[in-house]
């Protein structure tokens, strides 16, 4: 079945950098787009990053446009999130989440399934 | 910009529920609808704005298209107490509506 396992995650200075990993299983990851989604503590989903099947295409929401940087290893089939001079508005859990379906489907934007996340807290 | 209404709800068991979201954009029907239960993943009920996801029970149902859409539950049970996200995925950002919390009365 797929898997998705997020790590990476911990307690970091506000300034500070970390890099998140999703390692997949279970699917033809080279396949799939991929995102990285956010929920801070008590708050709803927030959509952060894209990067399509080939790794060519991505997009980031204005909060973290030119700070973070998604990307992917399709010969292992792990996703990436480097996160640079993060603030602590980026505390929250981080979730991967595979595009439902591949790259020779269209419409296939949505997201099935989540990994189970991995919680950064940005903290002096 | 994706608005859902209400921001919370209580309802009855047995009750028939609505949720609304609101596109500031056209976008087809080009959304889906997550549910996330507390302390749990969020898990996708509809895409596509009214295709049922494999596995989801059919008091669910999704309509809409354009920029006005609706999340119905037919009878409201005890196990569908969560938050109800919708999101859009006409193309990036794919930004997600604010949430609407589900309890019961």
């Known amino acids: 079945q797929v898997q998705l396992v997020e790590s990476g995650g911990g307690v970091v200075q506000p300034g500070r950098s970390l890099r998140l990993s999703c390692a997949t299983s279970?699917?033809?990851?080279?396949?799939?787009?991929m995102h990285w989604v956010r929920q801070a503590p008590g708050k709803g989903l927030e959509w952060v990053a894209v990067?399509?099947?080939?790794?060519?295409?991505?997009y980031y929401a204005d909060s973290v446009k030119g700070r973070f940087t998604i990307s992917r290893d399709n010969s292992n089939g792990t996703l990436y999130l480097q996160m640079k001079t993060l603030r602590a508005e980026d505390t929250a859990v981080y979730y991967c989440?595979?595009?439902?379906?591949?790259?020779?489907?269209?419409?296939?934007?949505?997201?099935?399934?989540w990994g189970q996340g991995t919680l950064v807290t940005v903290s002096s | 910009q994706m608005t859902q209404s209400p921001s919370s709800l209580s309802a009855s068991v047995g009750d028939r529920v609505t949720i609304t979201c609101r596109a500031s954009q056209d976008i087809k029907n080009y959304l889906a609808w997550y549910q996330q239960k507390p302390g749990k993943v969020p898990k996708l009920l509809i895409y596509g704005a009214s295709t049922l996801q494999s596995g989801v029970p059919s008091r669910f149902s999704g309509g809409g298209s354009g920029t006005d859409f609706t999340l119905t539950i037919s009878s409201l049970q005890p196990e569908d107490v969560a938050t109800y996200y919708c999101?859009?995925?006409?193309?990036?950002?794919?930004?997600f509506g604010q949430g609407t919390k589900l309890e019961i009365k």
């Open positions: 279970g699917f033809t990851f080279s396949s799939y787009g």
């Open positions: 989440a595979k595009e439902a379906r591949d790259v020779a489907s269209f419409p296939r934007g949505w997201f099935d399934p």
């Open positions: 999101q859009k995925y006409s193309g990036a950002p794919h930004t």
């Open positions: 990067i399509w099947s080939d790794g060519n295409n991505k």
